[in-house]
């Protein structure tokens, strides 16, 4: 009876080892599980990217200002389109171009359907040929008109938004003076035509 309690209690040994082994590696599996977890970068450096690239395409471009949503396509400033224009056209001539709105921008044709193509209607001349009136300048209060003829300066001129033409919108331009004394050169030549029919008015009457 000694000899087969012998084994016996030395194998409840062994099973008593081996659970306290098979215990100490499930601890140490599950540790390391979740130290992964805590210092796996993957998803959050993904994330990350996303992000960026999502904010890049959703910029909005500076021209887009001057846009306004929903009108009519060939109502729209040219900043906001692409037009196809040939210099070979003749001047003073109509001419016709085919033009395409920037991303970005949203317009409508004639029955208020979404366009992006389309063609506008202008005259064949370059933006230094057009009328003064389609387009401002700079002005220059340190050129003064004293004399005759009067004086020029160089100005910066740029066209109109809503004005059509080929070539750079904004060109330099000599213009006339147009200030004296601190006073535009039409107002001082108001007063100076004030003070003369006042100077004629003051003279005496001789006799008849």
């Keep these: 009876m000694a000899a087969v309690a012998g084994p016996v209690r030395g194998l409840h040994y062994l099973c008593r080892v081996l659970f306290f082994f098979w215990q100490f590696c499930i601890l140490l599996g599950d ?7 805590l210092k796996d ?3 959050l450096s993904t994330f990350t990217v996303a992000a960026r690239a999502a904010d890049t395409s959703t910029e909005i471009p500076p021209y887009v200002m001057k846009c306004p949503s929903n009108g009519l396509c060939s109502r729209l400033p040219a900043d906001c389109v692409d037009c196809a224009t040939n210099f070979s056209c003749v001047y003073g001539k ?13 317009c409508v044709d004639q029955d208020f359907k979404s366009q992006r193509n389309f063609i506008i209607n202008m005259t064949c001349r370059f933006c230094w040929q057009l009328p003064e009136t389609d387009y401002e300048c700079s002005n220059s209060t340190s ?3 004293v004399s005759c003829p009067r004086q020029r300066y160089l100005a910066n001129c740029t066209v109109w938004d809503h004005i059509h033409c080929l070539g750079n919108r904004t060109f330099p331009k ?10 535009k050169w ?9 003070v003369q029919e006042g100077a004629h008015a003051q003279l005496p009457v001789g006799p008849h």
């Design 94 to 106: 109509p001419v016709t171009f085919d033009c395409t709105v920037k991303p970005s921008v949203t």
């Design 143 to 145: 050129c003064m008109t």
């Design 186 to 194: 039409s107002t001082a030549l108001a007063l100076s035509l004030q």
């Design 31 to 37: 540790g390391e599980l979740k130290s992964g977890i």
């Design 174 to 183: 000599m213009l006339y003076c147009n200030w004296t004394g601190g006073y």
């Design 41 to 43: 970068p993957g998803p």
